[in-house]
């Protein structure tokens, strides 16, 4: 079936270092979709992209759709404290009425 | 945040009880979707509803039943619960299933089976 792979699946920086996190999609994608967990929390929508090659910022958060639509990239410029939590990508899952299929998500740690 | 309440928040229960999970939402979203959430896993979806008593499986239903009687919830229901089935449980809604649809989660519910 459908995998949405990320990596890394972990990633602990020091505050003010950049981070990036991957999504690969195994089929193409009409869209990709960004969820951010905070501990405790629960997945929060982020942004959507559709178009092939699209780039998306949000403050220091920048998102890219790749141009086969199969990938996908978030990256976070200088990180904050406030920036911890698990990131998951999702899209489209053709297996079930085009619900979301969810990749495993990436914790991302930040030391101050 | 949107208006999305699950109840109960923490359950434990013994291996071979029925257990029910409710979400109630005052969005008047009409797809209402269940998850779980395990380590290494991501969320996985188990049912799904696009209506009022239209409801469909996901990636992980076995072991899982739905309903729902009413647009504002959605019932999960664990016939006899399993320790394998310890997890923590996500109600979202949406508007739409086209391009362009977010979701919107409820606070989870965090279940132990023993």
């Known amino acids: 079936g459908q995998q949405v792979m990320q990596i890394p699946q972990y990633q602990h920086v020091q505050e003010g270092e950049d981070f990036t996190t991957y999504c690969n999609s195994s089929?193409?994608?009409?869209?990709i979709q960004w969820y951010k967990q905070r501990p405790g929390g629960h997945p929060v929508f982020l942004i959507q992209?559709?178009?092939?090659?699209e780039v998306k910022k949000q403050k220091r958060l920048t998102f890219q759709f790749g141009e086969a639509k199969k990938n996908s990239s978030l990256h976070i410029t200088a990180t904050q404290t406030t920036d911890v939590g698990t990131y998951f990508c999702?899209?489209?899952?053709?297996?079930?009425?085009?619900?979301?299929?969810f990749g495993a998500g990436t914790i991302l740690r930040v030391k101050s | 945040d949107a208006g999305i309440t699950q109840s109960p928040r923490h359950k434990v229960t013994e291996t071979g009880t029925p257990v029910t999970l409710r979400c109630h939402q005052t969005?008047?979203?009409?797809?209402m979707y269940w998850y779980r959430q395990d380590p290494g896993h991501g969320l996985r979806l188990i049912h799904y509803?696009?209506?009022?008593?239209?409801?469909d499986k996901g990636e992980v239903s076995d072991g899982y039943s739905v309903s729902r009687s009413k647009t504002e919830d959605f019932l999960l229901t664990l016939e006899s619960a399993t320790s394998s089935q310890t997890s923590v449980y996500f109600c979202?809604?949406?508007?739409?299933?086209?391009?362009?649809?977010?979701?919107?989660f409820g606070p989870g519910t965090r279940l132990t089976v023993t």
């Open positions: 979202a809604i949406s508007e739409s299933t086209r391009n362009g649809y977010e979701q919107y």
């Open positions: 089929t193409t994608l009409s869209n």
């Open positions: 992209l559709v178009k092939s090659g």
């Open positions: 999702a899209g489209p899952g053709v297996e079930y009425g085009n619900k979301l299929v």
């Open positions: 969005e008047n979203h009409r797809y």
């Open positions: 509803s696009y209506g009022v008593k239209d409801t």
